[in-house]
């Protein structure tokens, strides 16, 4: 079994920048999922479709 660690943190309006530095130190494969990926319909409110809503960095196995 390959160790993993999820880490959630908040950077409010930089969350992709800094996923990507860590992707240039680190590699391995990474995922932004941004608001306009997603259906946002029937929402209460609007969401900044650039936004990010999930990013994750897989390395290795």
């Known amino acids: 079994m390959t160790p993993s660690l999820a880490t959630y943190i908040a950077l409010p309006g930089t969350t992709a920048e800094a996923m990507e530095h860590w992707h240039d130190v680190f590699g391995g494969d990474l995922h932004i999922l941004r608001y306009g990926d997603i259906d946002l319909q ?6 900044d ?3 990010v809503d999930h990013p994750s960095r897989r390395h290795g196995g």
């Open 49 to 51: 479709p650039q936004a």
């Open 42 to 47: 029937g929402m209460p409110f609007e969401l």
